[in-house]
């Protein structure tokens, strides 16, 4: 890891290349003493090497005391050969991972037969099959020279019959456990011994700059049960022990124990806390769906009920399919039923096994309760609506969410308020809805007398593009003007988020469980009272739309929920998705939820897909931080290599925070993650303050300024390199890194980025004036003439319901089945002179259709919509192929004026 770039705070591309930069930092020394003992290097700079690694090396298992101690000793005797080939073993091990299995690789000399169990391996006999290997971490106030033998006394523990393998790792202050638990992915426990000192024994920059990401605990008497809240605040899937002393009592019984899964006492038997480490890891290995699969699937069974493909008799004995049972494997088939007994369970009933993966899932992701749909998110999407709005109630909605939103309010009846996010002309794109807009639309709401029918606010987070509300901030504002209304937050991209600390508090579920803390602290009446008496009487509309609004904590009912599609992060199989519930009145909508899950769910769900969710969320409690830690590590390394490669920089570019997200927005004045005063402070920062911040995953590469528009691009990766990726837009490609990539993926990227660069180059270099001149104007064209974004008109008089003065929303439900009514409608074609005709002298034309442009993917016109000239001009410059609910050679669908007529004269009028 290299020095932070000013006084003790990392750059944050340091902070994420921990993880990576570990692998460079031995294969940086596997070279070293390599040339060392070639005779090209000095043992200074050996030295040097393993002094900067020192510090951080103690936070893992491996390669360990013993080892490291190794090749000091053998680098202090000068031996260059024997200090390069331990390491190069080292390094070996530490690439291939084998050292969680092989014994042999814990051992000074490479030939050793035989290795102290007490002393070395994580493996119990060379010969064993494979057991998960974790890292458990110790934290002693015991002076460092007993760490050996303390790490000996825990290896004793080990037995036969254990499910797993664990290596102890042993650190001395609470900075140190913080910063082990930062760098170390390999953790799942944490054994925290009381009486521990608060600094580091090593006065290492960078991790004091980590350390500083912890806040300030006081080093005071409570520091014990203040590292385990700090733990679990920033890895909860950690399964937290205390050891004490004396007090075990009082501190079981004290409320920030919560943190701990047990507390045990210290001159206890130490093999029950062995065990009770292995029970707590096991608990999160448990796949309750998946386990009973796998049994079913080996249970010979006969099959009476209608899936013929259950078992693979009628695939494999086939002369004709057989190739597909070839291509799945016999498991796939055994593994397929349609009932929901003989160990299976009913998604859409559950009382087994399912019903605990849902718990078990809830768990995981910080909710309370967890549905698993097998339909996708945008399945999720119509369930959550469905349930929790009826005919009439209105819902704030960001316009550009996905049309699984809309589609639900048209089954619900739900009348959408549309508020719009802040467009993104130059990149046709828009970003997400500024918090000023929602609070305008609840204070209008508010003015007219019908905030009570206001139930839902509902945003996506992170969109698409990777724009990351101030979730917190968003519902404890609206909070404070309506306590009790519902969120939605579709995190469709973000489900990973819950396991990153930097990701999590902007998340929906990381913010509720803020809000939760916050609403039970004492001190918070105080803030709210405080802040009424500062506001007065009657706060106008501005003063409220610029003040930071705080709830009043005993009104305020907390419900959340969160939608992911686990199959877009995660390792679900397509349409595994998950709706997360945390709300304090869920008891009142349970049934409400029965029935959606009834309305939306095949009664056919796919067993692999369920069990997919089971398995997913299993990983994500056991490696999700490692995993999610590199998909942040591998996007920032593209990012890098895009804006330093000079040949790629001439051409592309990946949009930093600046371009993403307007400054407004970005308060503290944040610029980007590798921005060179950007460290490990400044985002922090950011993080808790920027109405919005950019998910560093989501990387939007500009490829207008070579001359590509997006879906040109998209086509020339897929076709040409095989790289597939996510959006396009008029001049840019979404690309998405996640946690199956690797640095290998980067490497492949960043060359076929240098082959496209160097051939433009190379074809503008020789290609004369007229190529360069086209080549010019196709880059203005795609970067500079782009059509201006349409915000949202408004719905057409027909389908305004009782909608107020202030107010836009919209009976989107008969807008929908307006377009039944065939006589009713009426085609025109965008080319049309009669569109402009209508446009300036009416009669007003109205959409009696979605119509969706994919890019960019939100609804232009929704049914009941009046269309106005900037909708007809954006459609008149679109060059995408594919727009849903528009038929080229047709035209528009449009609500015939005298339909409208008939409807407005049937419409309720508000009372005056
Ligand atoms: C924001 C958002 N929500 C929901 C969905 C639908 O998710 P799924 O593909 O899992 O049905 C998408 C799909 O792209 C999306 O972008």
Redesign the pocket.
């Known amino acids: 890891m290299s020095k932070p770039a000013s006084g003790h705070t990392a750059r944050i591309d340091q902070f994420f290349a921990g993880l990576g930069a570990r692998g460079d930092q031995w294969s940086h020394l596997v070279e070293l003493t390599q040339r060392w003992a070639d005779g090209t290097s000095s043992r200074t700079d050996v030295e040097a090497a393993l002094a900067e690694m020192t510090p951080t090396e103690e936070f893992h298992a491996y390669p360990g005391l013993q080892l490291m101690g190794a090749v000091r000793d053998q680098v202090a005797a000068n031996d260059a050969r024997a200090a390069s080939t331990l390491v190069r073993r080292i390094g070996r091990a530490l690439l291939t991972r084998s050292f969680r299995q092989h014994a042999g690789d814990w051992d000074v000399h490479e030939d050793a037969e035989s290795v102290a169990s007490d002393v070395l391996p994580p493996s119990l006999a060379r010969s064993e099959a494979h057991r998960p290997y974790f890292e458990v971490l110790v934290v002693t106030g015991a002076p460092s020279v007993r760490w050996p033998g303390l790490a000996a006394e825990w290896r004793r523990l080990r037995r036969p019959q254990d499910g797993f393998i664990y290596e102890p790792v042993l650190v001395g202050s609470f900075e140190d456990a913080f910063c082990a638990a930062i760098l170390n992915p390999d953790l799942a426990a944490v054994v925290i011994h009381e009486g521990f000192p608060f600094r580091s024994r090593r006065d290492a920059p960078v991790l004091r700059s980590l350390a500083e990401a912890a806040g300030k605990p006081e080093p005071a008497a409570q520091k014990t049960l203040q590292l385990a809240q700090t733990l679990k605040r920033v890895r909860p899937e950690l399964d937290l022990y205390l050891l004490s002393n004396g007090r075990v009592e009082e501190l079981a019984g004290s409320p920030a124990s919560m943190a701990l899964r047990r507390v045990f006492y210290a001159v206890e038997e130490l093999l029950e806390l062995h065990l009770a480490i292995l029970e707590g890891v096991q608990e999160r290995f448990e796949t309750p769906f998946f386990n009973n699969l796998k049994k079913y699937a080996q249970r010979p069974i006969g099959t009476f009920h209608a899936l013929p493909i259950a078992r693979g008799k009628s695939v494999f004995k086939s002369d004709w399919i057989r190739d597909m049972g070839e291509f799945y494997g016999p498991t796939l088939f055994l593994a397929e039923s349609s009932a929901t007994t003989g160990g299976l369970d009913s998604l859409l009933e559950p009382t087994g096994n399912i019903k605990k993966a849902q718990e078990m899932a809830a768990r995981a992701f910080g909710a309370d309760h967890v549905f698993f749909v097998t ?5 999720s ?1 119509k369930m959550a609506v469905q349930a929790l709005l009826a005919p009439g109630d209105i819902v704030i909605v960001d316009r550009n ?2 049309k ?1 939103h809309h589609y639900g309010m048209v089954l619900s009846g739900a009348q959408p308020l549309y508020v719009e996010a802040f467009p993104m002309t130059e990149y046709s794109m828009y970003g997400a809805v500024p918090l000023k807009s929602i609070k305008q639309a609840l204070l209008n709401l508010k003015s007219e007398g019908r905030l009570h029918r206001a139930k839902m606010v509902d945003l ?1 987070n992170c ?2 593009d990777g724009h990351i509300y101030h979730t917190r901030r968003v519902m404890e504002e609206c909070l404070a003007i309506k306590p009790d209304l519902i969120f939605l937050w ?1 995190e ?2 973000f489900g990973f988020a819950r396991f990153s600390p930097f990701l999590r508090p902007r998340t929906a579920m990381g913010a509720a469980h803020d809000i939760e803390r916050w609403l039970a602290d004492p001190a918070s009446l105080a803030q709210y009272e405080k802040q009424q008496a500062e506001l007065g009487n009657k706060p106008s509309d501005s003063v409220l739309l610029n003040t930071r609004l705080i709830p009043d904590p005993r009104k305020v009912k907390l419900r959340v929920y969160q ?1 992911n ?1 686990t ?2 992060s995660m390792s679900a199989l397509r ?1 595994g ?1 998950m709706l997360l519930v945390k709300d304090v009145e869920f008891h009142t909508v349970e049934a409400q939820f029965h029935e959606a899950v009834f309305t939306h769910a095949s009664t056919s769900p796919n067993q692999q897909l369920i069990a997919s969710l089971d398995v997913a969320r299993r990983q994500m409690e056991l490696e999700g931080y490692g995993l999610v830690h590199n998909a942040i590590e591998v996007a920032l390394a593209i990012r890098q290599a895009v804006a330093e490669h000079p040949l790629i920089a001439k051409y592309f570019r990946i949009l930093g925070a600046e371009a993403m997200v307007p400054a407004e927005y970005r308060q503290t004045g944040f610029v980007d993650y590798l921005d060179p005063k950007s460290n490990w402070a400044v985002v922090r920062h950011s993080l808790q303050e920027d109405e919005f911040c950019l998910d560093p995953t989501r990387m939007t590469l500009v490829c207008g300024t070579a001359g590509y528009d997006g879906t040109q691009f998209k086509g020339l990766l897929a076709n040409r390199y095989n790289v597939q990726l996510n959006k396009t837009s008029r001049n840019s490609v979404l690309l998405q890194s996640n946690i199956n990539n690797t640095r290998s993926d980067v490497a492949h990227l960043v060359r076929v980025l240098v082959e496209i660069s160097s051939e433009l180059d190379q074809r503008l270099a020789q290609g004369g004036r007229n190529v360069r001149l086209a080549f010019d104007a196709r880059v203005k064209s795609l970067m500079h003439d782009v059509p201006d974004l349409p915000n949202f008109s408004h719905f057409h008089a027909a389908f305004r319901k009782d909608a107020g003065k202030r107010t836009n929303e919209g009976d989107i439900r008969s807008g929908f089945y307006s377009a039944y009514d065939a006589a009713g409608c009426e085609y025109i074609r965008l080319a049309d002179p009669e569109i402009d005709r209508r446009l300036k002298n009416g009669p007003e034309l109205v959409s009696a259709n979605f119509v969706i442009p994919y890019p960019p ?1 939100f609804p232009i016109m929704v049914p009941g919509q009046v269309i106005s000239q900037e909708t007809i001009d954006f459609m008149r410059k679109l060059d995408v192929k594919e727009i849903h609910g528009y038929d080229a050679a047709e035209g528009l669908k449009l609500v015939r004026a005298d339909a409208l007529a008939k409807r407005v004269g049937s419409v309720p009028k508000r009372a005056a």
């Open positions: 339909n996708g998110t945008s399945t999407n969410c996905h699984s996506t969109t698409f579709d469709a991209w939608t599609s199959h877009k349409q998705s993917g």
